[in-house]
């Protein structure tokens, strides 16, 4: 093996990887507009990747309506009404405060749909919570929350999230309404 295969192979994996996340959003582009339906995110670790990887595709401005990039406790409150006693009660890294996110972004765009991200990226835990806890929550006409542990450092964390916020819609909307 030479030193460049490694770096070769990492960088297939990294494009194998992208694949499914830009198949998926085409998938929930195409299944929205046929619902005349829309999605709007509130985003923490992944920092508008999954608004991103939605609006890469043609058609995304008639569906996708905006998102939250609410970093901060503070901006989750202020921009998208998550109650301080939720983050004070569960952590911001926590199942209900992903639902609050998701349903603020409901609420602040009136979309059908919103999806919701947050988790530590690292490197290194946080208050005592591990390093790679994500939590995704998809809210609208179905609800869901997703709890990943991911060990793939900063930029590994951050796209697992994104792909599995995306791959969940993708499923939630393609079993929803048939």
């Known amino acids: 093996m030479t030193t460049s295969e490694p770096g070769r192979k990492a960088l297939l994996r990294s494009r194998f990887r992208c694949m499914p996340t830009a198949s998926h959003a085409r998938q929930i582009v195409e299944i929205l507009r046929s619902q005349g339906a829309t999605v709007s995110v509130a985003e923490s670790l992944t920092g508008g990747g999954v608004g991103f990887a939605l609006t890469q595709i043609p058609g ?37 405060v992903a639902r609050e996110m998701a ?55 951050r796209q697992g999230a994104i792909s599995s916020a995306i791959g969940t819609f993708a499923r939630i909307l393609s079993t929803h309404g048939k």
Request: glycine share 14%; hydrophobic share 35%; proline share 2%.
């Open 103 to 157: 349903q603020g972004a409901m609420k602040k765009f009136g979309t059908t749909w919103a999806i919701s991200t947050t988790g530590i990226a690292g490197p290194g835990d946080y208050n005592g919570i591990r390093e790679g806890t994500v939590w995704i929550a998809i809210c609208g006409p179905v609800n869901q929350t997703l709890h990943l542990t991911l060990d793939s450092g900063r930029d590994g964390v």
């Open 60 to 96: 995304s401005s008639e569906v996708f309506s905006g998102g939250v990039i609410s970093y901060t406790s503070d901006v989750k409150v202020r921009e998208l009404g998550v109650l301080q006693s939720t983050i004070d009660q569960f952590s911001v890294v926590s199942e209900e």
